[in-house]
């Protein structure tokens, strides 16, 4: 049984204020997932980094924060949620100070590890400190609201990134966290001080260990796997090793999980459709908004396509930003009475339709031919941020909502690992494929065609341009022209992925969501 607190501690005042710090704490999560991206030409500058470095800049964030965000909630659940996410306010703080202070890629990664370990408690307890200091009647809406500013926060993340490593200096975005952390941090006193999130710690409750050793074996070596196989070879060692031993840290998760009074993460949940479908539509939404997110960015700054700067593709990608910040807080006070099944595929269906939609640009396309393609994606995107965590975890008891909340967000972050990995093989597939077929047309005596084949391949675009430059005004063109219509199919390739895997979404919640709605707290019934 949980230990009580309270009388009515987490009033519309008491409420409110929660909902200012974890909504504070999530901008920053939200807002590192995606600035961060737009300033690594200046990281590899100032720090003169490797590819592999600058790959696990981004990398290494995601990384630790998949692997530990079940394990914090879960901590969260028996130590205390409050402590936990004051842990993680303090940890992320720490994180940006180290790569704000950055004097070397070393200190830059282990700042970055921090921030992700930081992330984790955040992301991992944000939601269900939110559910219990909320009152069941308004959950949705905070749920919404929750939803709302992450996906604003992603949103805008280009935005005020590329502005600060234009305009200022790079190191101005992590100066940010700390000024919203603080912020966040003195809102919190006032939240543990007049106690308005209560208290649902597990009395007599024991940690997990075996099953969070396990967890650790499994997503960290996955992680790791996912986000180097395309830079170290899917059939390399360095790919392979990681993937057997998540591969059998399933298998011992699943053993541990079954024997275990109080599992760290309770399978038998999985059997209730609506909670596999919150988890299972996280992971959609968030494989959907990263294979986007990081294509939409490098095709608009592309020079052959629409040629934005970092912060002009930051304000293109606005209304899809805009549209799911709207949706997800509107949402969820005209759907909480009824049943999410048709929100939910509509949601999905919107995903699909917008990506169908978008694998018809090109580089001639302009933001004019897609703006409101991008509204019927963050429609759809709106509605899954928005929705599906109040899906499934009104359906646990109140002692179990942190380990809820952990299961969610960690297929969310899984979902955006997988996204970016399985976008990056479509676009590079397509490429190699495309690339191919421009060598073998280039001019069969043509001194330079040695030189293009390898630029092609291992060069950069200003190479590129300097050779085409020095072919006969024929052959340039239509080598030019070959090129700026494979980045197209390249894109749109990414595009498909992304509308298939929505419309994947759509079918689990046509099949899934079936049925009456069931009671608050029914999952319970599983577990005995």
Same mark, same amino acid.
């Given at each position: 049984?949980?230990?009580?607190?309270?009388?009515?501690?987490?009033?519309?005042?008491?409420?409110?204020?929660?909902?200012?710090?974890?909504?504070?704490?999530? $901008?920053?999560?939200?807002?590192?997932?995606?600035?961060?991206?737009?300033?690594?030409?200046?990281?590899?500058?100032?720090?003169?980094?490797?590819?592999?470095?600058?790959?696990?800049? $981004?990398?290494?964030?995601?990384?630790?924060?998949?692997?530990?965000?079940?394990?914090?909630?879960?901590?969260?659940?028996?130590? *205390?949620?409050?402590?936990?996410?004051?842990?993680?306010?303090?940890?992320?703080?720490?994180?940006?100070?180290?790569?704000?202070?950055?004097?070397?890629?070393?200190?830059?990664?282990?700042?970055?590890?921090?921030?992700?370990?930081?992330?984790?408690?955040?992301?991992?307890?944000?939601?269900?400190?939110?559910?219990?200091?909320?009152?069941?009647?308004?959950?949705?809406?905070?749920?919404?609201?929750?939803?709302?500013?992450?996906?604003?926060?992603?949103?805008?993340?280009?935005?005020?990134?590329?502005?600060?490593?234009?305009?200022?200096?790079?190191?101005?975005?992590?100066?940010?966290?700390?000024?919203?952390?603080?912020?966040?941090?003195?809102?919190?006193?006032?939240?543990?001080?007049?106690?308005?999130?209560?208290?649902?710690?597990?009395?007599?409750?024991?940690?997990?260990?075996?099953?969070?050793?396990?967890?650790?074996?499994?997503?960290?070596?996955?992680?790791?796997?996912?986000?180097?196989?395309?830079?170290?070879?899917?059939?390399?060692?360095?790919?392979?090793?990681?993937?057997?031993?998540?591969?059998?840290?399933?298998?011992?998760?699943?053993?541990?999980?079954?024997?275990?009074?109080? !599992?760290?993460?309770?399978?038998?949940?999985?059997? /209730? !459709?609506?909670?596999?479908?919150?988890?299972?539509?996280?992971?959609?939404?968030?494989?959907?908004?990263?294979?986007?997110?990081?294509?939409?960015?490098?095709?608009?700054?592309?020079?052959?396509?629409?040629?934005?700067?970092?912060?002009?593709?930051?304000?293109?990608?606005?209304?899809?930003?805009?549209?799911?910040?709207?949706?997800?807080?509107?949402?969820?006070?005209?759907?909480?009475?009824?049943?999410?099944?048709? !929100?939910?595929?509509?949601?999905?269906?919107?995903?699909?339709?917008?990506?169908?939609?978008?694998?018809?640009?090109?580089?001639?396309?302009?933001?004019?031919?897609?703006?409101?393609?991008?509204?019927?994606?963050?429609?759809?995107?709106?509605?899954?941020?928005?929705?599906?965590?109040?899906? *499934?975890?009104?359906?646990? !008891?109140?002692?179990?909502?942190?380990? *809820?909340?952990?299961?969610?967000?960690?297929?969310?972050?899984?979902?955006?690992?997988?996204?970016?990995?399985?976008?990056?093989?479509?676009?590079?597939?397509?490429?190699?494929?495309?690339?191919?077929?421009?060598?073998?047309?280039?001019?069969?005596?043509?001194?330079?065609?040695?030189?293009?084949?390898?630029?092609?391949? /291992?060069?950069?675009?200003?190479?590129?341009?300097?050779?085409?430059?020095?072919?006969?005004?024929?052959?340039?063109?239509?080598?030019?022209?070959?090129?700026?219509?494979?980045?197209?199919?390249?894109?749109?390739?990414?595009?498909?992925?992304?509308?298939?895997?929505?419309?994947?979404?759509?079918?689990?919640?046509?099949?899934?969501?079936?049925?009456?709605?069931?009671?608050?707290?029914?999952?319970?019934?599983?577990?005995?």
């Amino acid at each position: 049984m949980p230990a009580s607190v309270t009388d009515d501690n987490s009033g519309s005042g008491g409420g409110r204020l929660v909902l200012i710090m974890t909504a504070l704490c999530m $901008m920053v999560v939200g807002f590192n997932s995606t600035a961060v991206a737009t300033i690594l030409p200046n990281l590899k500058t100032e720090f003169d980094l490797s590819p592999s470095s600058l790959q696990w800049v $981004m990398a290494i964030y995601t990384v630790v924060s998949a692997t530990l965000v079940t394990i914090v909630s879960r901590l969260g659940d028996i130590t *205390g949620k409050v402590g936990v996410f004051f842990a993680g306010m303090i940890v992320f703080a720490l994180g940006s100070a180290l790569v704000l202070l950055s004097q070397d890629a070393a200190m830059l990664l282990i700042g970055r590890g921090a921030q992700g370990a930081g992330a984790a408690a955040l992301f991992g307890t944000s939601l269900s400190l939110l559910t219990a200091a909320t009152p069941e009647d308004q959950r949705a809406s905070v749920t919404g609201a929750w939803g709302a500013i992450v996906g604003l926060a992603i949103g805008v993340g280009p935005i005020l990134g590329g502005a600060f490593a234009h305009y200022l200096s790079w190191r101005g975005v992590f100066a940010t966290d700390l000024a919203l952390l603080l912020v966040a941090f003195l809102v919190g006193l006032r939240v543990s001080k007049e106690h308005y999130v209560p208290d649902t710690r597990l009395a007599g409750a024991k940690f997990d260990m075996a099953g969070a050793v396990a967890l650790v074996l499994l997503l960290g070596p996955l992680s790791f796997a996912l986000s180097n196989g395309e830079s170290q070879g899917w059939t390399s060692s360095s790919t392979l090793i990681p993937l057997c031993v998540s591969a059998i840290a399933v298998i011992a998760l699943i053993i541990t999980s079954r024997r275990s009074a109080d !599992p760290l993460i309770e399978l038998r949940y999985f059997r /209730h !459709p609506r909670y596999f479908m919150a988890a299972a539509g996280m992971f959609i939404t968030g494989f959907a908004l990263f294979s986007f997110f990081v294509y939409f960015n490098v095709f608009v700054q592309s020079p052959d396509a629409f040629g934005l700067s970092a912060v002009g593709a930051g304000v293109a990608i606005l209304p899809l930003s805009l549209s799911m910040f709207v949706v997800s807080v509107i949402a969820p006070r005209f759907l909480a009475p009824y049943s999410f099944q048709w !929100p939910v595929i509509l949601g999905m269906g919107f995903m699909a339709c917008g990506f169908l939609l978008l694998t018809t640009t090109t580089n001639t396309t302009g933001m004019g031919g897609i703006w409101w393609k991008l509204l019927i994606i963050g429609t759809g995107l709106g509605i899954g941020f928005s929705l599906l965590p109040r899906l *499934g975890l009104r359906l646990l !008891p109140e002692e179990h909502m942190g380990q *809820g909340s952990g299961v969610v967000n960690a297929f969310l972050y899984f979902g955006a690992t997988l996204g970016a990995v399985v976008g990056g093989l479509a676009e590079a597939i397509t490429t190699r494929r495309g690339l191919s077929e421009v060598i073998a047309a280039l001019p069969a005596g043509s001194e330079q065609r040695a030189d293009l084949a390898h630029a092609l391949t /291992h060069g950069t675009a200003s190479q590129v341009q300097q050779l085409i430059a020095g072919l006969d005004p024929d052959t340039g063109a239509t080598l030019a022209r070959a090129l700026r219509d494979l980045q197209d199919d390249a894109f749109d390739s990414v595009m498909l992925i992304a509308a298939g895997v929505a419309l994947v979404g759509m079918l689990l919640a046509l099949l899934l969501l079936r049925g009456p709605v069931p009671p608050v707290h029914s999952a319970v019934n599983l577990t005995r």
